[in-house]
């Protein structure tokens, strides 16, 4: 039998439906009907989403952008133990608190890198493909049963806990895929082909240090529209990277490369359209939505100027 | 201008940046980007709702990093995981909140560079263990913190492991950017070695520790000069 993702989607499908049903028996919301309806939803595009015709998914997921752009989507009052609780509790389990936490990355990278050795009967354990994700989904698993075990708490309240804490993320938790999704519909549009069109047509790159500065430049901007550097990359060096910097004045392509994506990871670290690395953590860390991207700020722009001298002086040595 | 292209798809852009912008709620944003972009490539009805479903179902795999240790993670702060990190880190006297942040920047970027980019993450490691141990390591220097201090240190501590990852992981040479850039480049008609990609990363990867590591380094006296500033002012209001 292998493990492949679609059984972590079944999983994610089930703890989604269970925080549904909670939501919706929660007199504590005071919008447990709409958010309900909303995780419901999202429930069934990990249950069943692949069995659907994709217009009906489509049509599932403006519902949900509605549901939460109208403010529909909003978490029930959970009480909180006492600070005395949380400090007996901490003294008495003491350091052992750090195991399961500290077993999800070690199980996930165990898994990843002996994932090819895992093979019983021709048959892999861990899906090949997603290796990574599969072991992070068996880690979970095997860290929640040591977190019960020593806790002695039921994988009830694990889905409790998991409610209170999806209640607190709300729908920021479906942005990522939302932006996921916009990059796809991106792509299939041609908007990638029409940027680097405009910039090619209408900046002039006879100057080799200016050529060099847009394709840079253009890597963060592009990176900070589409949320993602595997995004811009494509359009920015099949725009200015291969014909200017490679074709005209004979820059080496390994730098360009190299260089080229870490622009586009400084834009990463400029945009909200990067939901899981900026608007995420800070709904996980409860403080305002856009402090992450501005502690960002100094490090990412600093480093994109380095990028320009950089690839100047290595491209062309 | 090639007679196939059609530049109507770039209001997309303009409608996402003038949403953001406005601050309309993201998820309304995404969703009315993605319906006009579609509808502005000529595309009917039917085929804009498939798009964007067929867009939503391949990138189902986005949340599982988030969603599958909630449930790990809640039981454990119930238990006191956050209040232990904070007391665990106050005992080393001579760590503070600047210092803690560059040995895990570098422990990020040096162990995603070898391919172990799940050694960390916001869920996992930022919000039960980072975040705390930072504010644990101030605490323990100044006393009680004001909100203003434990949103900075917070959004200090995922903000190092964004940078960690993001200039550790492009030196591994397995790693699936390098592959999609050899594989693009090959197909523009130039070949490259992996590895030399790999190499000339590690110039920036330098870099970004540098700046990243100084500006932690600095932190440390922001954050006495913000408490000592907040301090005078309460002593002011109380006088």
Request: contains cysteine.
């Amino acid at each position: 039998m292998t493990i492949t993702i679609q059984y972590l989607y079944y999983l994610v499908g089930l703890v989604l439906a269970v925080t549904a049903m909670m939501t919706l028996r929660d007199s504590s919301n005071p919008r447990r009907f709409s958010a309900g309806l909303f995780w419901a939803l999202y429930a069934l595009v990990f249950l069943i989403g692949d069995l659907l015709p994709p217009a009906w998914v489509g049509a599932v997921a403006v519902v949900m952008a509605l549901i939460a752009g109208f403010g529909g989507v909003m978490g029930g009052k959970h009480q909180p133990r006492t600070d005395a609780q949380y400090l007996a509790s901490a003294q008495r389990l003491g350091n052992k608190l750090f195991v399961p936490a500290l077993a999800i990355p070690l199980i996930t990278m165990v898994g990843t890198l002996s994932a090819k050795h895992l093979v019983f009967g021709g048959v892999p354990l861990i899906d090949p493909k997603n290796s990574t994700l599969v072991s992070l989904g068996i880690g979970c698993v095997i860290a929640l049963v040591l977190a019960c075990k020593m806790t002695r708490e039921t994988p009830a309240q694990g889905l409790r806990e998991s409610h209170r804490l999806i209640d607190a993320l709300g729908w920021a938790l479906v942005l990522p895929q939302m932006l996921g999704m916009l990059g796809l519909v991106f792509s299939d549009a041609g908007v990638g082909k029409a940027v680097a069109y405009v910039t090619t047509t209408y900046i002039n790159m006879d100057v080799r240090f200016v050529a060099v500065a847009v394709y840079v430049i253009g890597m963060a901007l592009f990176t900070v529209i589409m949320g993602n550097g595997f995004a811009a990359f494509p359009v920015m060096t099949g725009g200015v990277g291969v014909p200017v910097l490679v074709g005209v004045y004979h820059g080496d392509p390994a730098v360009m490369a190299a260089v080229g994506m870490l622009s586009g990871y400084c834009g990463t670290l400029l945009t909200p359209m990067a939901a899981n690395f900026n608007l995420v953590p800070a709904a996980l860390l409860e403080i305002d939505k856009n402090a992450v991207i501005r502690a960002q700020v100094p490090t990412a722009i600093t480093l994109l100027i380095v990028n320009v001298f950089l690839l100047n002086f290595l491209m062309f040595r | 201008m090639p007679v196939d292209l059609n530049l109507w798809p770039l209001i997309g852009v303009l409608i996402i940046i003038a949403g953001f912008a406005l601050r309309f709620n993201p998820m309304l944003v995404v969703i009315v980007t993605a319906i006009g972009t579609a509808f502005a490539a000529g595309f009917p009805l039917d085929k804009v709702l498939a798009a964007i479903g067929a867009g939503f179902i391949k990138t189902r795999n986005l949340p599982l990093i988030i969603l599958l240790p909630l449930a790990v993670i809640g039981l454990l702060e119930r238990h006191g995981l956050r209040q232990h990190a904070q007391n665990w880190i106050s005992s080393i006297k001579s760590a503070t909140a600047g210092r803690l942040l560059i040995v895990y920047l570098a422990a990020r970027q040096l162990t995603a560079a070898i391919g172990l980019t799940s050694l960390g993450g916001h869920p996992q490691m930022v919000r039960p263990l980072l975040a705390p141990m930072a504010e644990g390591a101030t605490e323990n220097r100044y006393g009680k913190l004001s909100g203003k201090v434990r949103e900075k240190l917070r959004a200090m501590s995922a903000a190092t492991d964004n940078v960690g990852l993001f200039f550790g992981e492009d030196i591994f040479v397995a790693f699936g950017a390098i592959v999609l850039m050899t594989t693009f480049l090959k197909e523009a008609g130039i070949e490259v070695e992996p590895i030399h990609v790999a190499l000339w990363g590690i110039p920036t990867a330098t870099a970004a520790f540098a700046i990243h590591a100084f500006r932690l380094h600095r932190l440390d006296k922001q954050l006495a000069r913000d408490i000592a500033a907040e301090k005078k002012v309460a002593q002011g209001e109380s006088a």
